[in-house]
């Protein structure tokens, strides 16, 4: 009994040892892809040989937050567009329920986030496909049709949905649905049904900044859509995603204990 009281005293002890050495963190935060340069924002935003807007580039943020900070409202009043079943189901959910935290993808909404990630527009030319690549977590993917296709009639609902996008000037729209109930919308533990139904509108007004306007309706959930607006920031030129797989190096234990953004805003 001494010997394992012995042990545990020496694993705290490394766990704040550990805090003081500041664990490394590659993927957002401090040691994440630096942003690119303020100068560079007055660059012209770059376009593709068809017209369309280039948006390539290592980028980070832009969603993966409390969706309550993208609306402008305070979580208490974004509660109260949520269904009772679903606010009640969101008050019983605790941290370490959350699959996103399990190694799990979070969903379409989330992989735009803390985390460097890329769009990828083929063929360059009149693109009929653009897919979302992130470094993180389960090294995720995302892919978008841009051939005009419709959503199928009874989708399979996965983790990313079915998505299709076309272009309002130099507006990306990106429609999403059948989308699971599996993820979390954000950290809060915000809930949905197979019946959400995303959209997001891309415009990159800049050089180094795109605007993410989403908006969420799940009448299964909600009881009115709620639209939510975030940017993203292009990395330092030069900067790549790198892999990452989620479960080779877990430390979500020892970082809840110190990182404010475990906790969704107003809740203990």
Request: proline content about 7%; aromatic content about 12%.
């Amino acid at each position: 009994m001494r010997s394992i009281v012995i042990f545990a005293v020496a694993m705290i002890g490394l766990s704040f040892a550990l805090f003081a050495q500041e664990l490394p963190r590659r993927l957002g935060g401090a040691n994440g892809p630096p942003d690119a340069d303020k100068a560079l924002a007055s660059r012209p935003v770059p376009k593709l040989a068809d017209g369309t807007v280039d948006l390539s580039g290592v980028w980070t943020d832009g969603g993966d937050r409390f969706v309550a900070q993208g609306t402008g409202l305070t979580q208490a009043q974004l509660e109260a567009s949520l269904q009772p079943w679903a606010l009640q189901k969101m008050k019983a959910r605790s941290d370490g329920d959350n699959p996103y935290y399990l190694c799990m993808p979070g969903g379409p909404f989330r992989l735009s986030g803390g985390f460097a990630w890329r769009f990828v527009q083929t063929p360059t030319v009149n693109a009929k496909y653009i897919f979302q690549l992130q470094e993180g977590n389960s090294h995720s993917y995302r892919q978008i049709f841009m051939d005009g296709r419709k959503h199928p009639e009874d989708p399979t609902p996965t983790w990313y949905g079915h998505s299709i996008g076309h272009w309002e000037g130099d507006t990306l729209v990106i429609d999403t649905v059948g989308l699971n109930d599996k993820f979390w919308i954000d950290r809060s533990g915000f809930p949905q049904t197979e019946q959400l139904h995303m959209v997001e509108r891309w415009t990159r007004f800049n050089y180094t900044t795109m605007r993410r306007v989403v908006t969420l309706d799940d009448k299964g959930a909600f009881t009115k859509p709620i639209t939510a607006t975030f940017e993203a920031h292009l990395s330092q030129p030069g900067s790549e995603i790198f892999e990452y797989f989620c479960i080779e190096n877990e430390q979500f234990g020892l970082r809840t204990l110190t990182d404010p953004l475990a906790k969704p805003p107003g809740r203990q």
